[in-house]
């Protein structure tokens, strides 16, 4: 999409400015199923650095994303730019990728479709 959808952009406001993460969605985007809960920004970057800080390998990142490198969406004066997602799983037939939840970061001008609530698995 060249311009992003301006209600999924108040959903994205209304994460950040609740900063609760209990907001299930699902996005097409790319040609890619996403789906999970989505976080305030500063609520997923500081566990991205968690993640990150706990590896040997990429500790060293674990700084680009403490959440006091975040800037709030009303901090620059505009609305947010992106939807943070954790708990979420890349749909891939009847699996989700993966299993354990994932954290993932997307553009909302890159959605393509999208709809409120997860997608649940069974191996059934």
């Given at each position: 999409m060249s311009n992003a959808d301006e209600l999924l952009v108040d959903v994205a406001a209304m994460v950040e400015s609740e900063q609760s993460n209990q907001m299930?969605?699902?996005?097409?985007?790319?040609?890619?199923?996403i789906?999970?809960?989505?976080?305030p920004e500063a609520?997923?970057?500081?566990?991205?650095s968690e993640v990150l800080r706990d590896s040997d390998r990429l500790g060293p990142f674990s700084g680009v994303?403490?959440?006091d490198q975040a800037q709030k969406p009303h901090d620059r004066g505009k609305q947010p730019t992106h939807l943070h997602f954790h708990v979420a799983r890349i749909l891939q037939g009847s699996i989700g990728i993966p299993e354990t939840g994932g954290m993932y970061r997307v553009a909302i001008k890159d959605v393509s479709g999208w709809t409120v609530?997860?997608?649940?698995?069974s191996d059934r």
């Amino acid at each position: 999409m060249s311009n992003a959808d301006e209600l999924l952009v108040d959903v994205a406001a209304m994460v950040e400015s609740e900063q609760s993460n209990q907001m299930s969605l699902t996005v097409v985007t790319g040609g890619a199923v996403i789906t999970g809960r989505l976080a305030p920004e500063a609520v997923w970057r500081q566990r991205v650095s968690e993640v990150l800080r706990d590896s040997d390998r990429l500790g060293p990142f674990s700084g680009v994303f403490s959440a006091d490198q975040a800037q709030k969406p009303h901090d620059r004066g505009k609305q947010p730019t992106h939807l943070h997602f954790h708990v979420a799983r890349i749909l891939q037939g009847s699996i989700g990728i993966p299993e354990t939840g994932g954290m993932y970061r997307v553009a909302i001008k890159d959605v393509s479709g999208w709809t409120v609530g997860d997608f649940s698995y069974s191996d059934r």
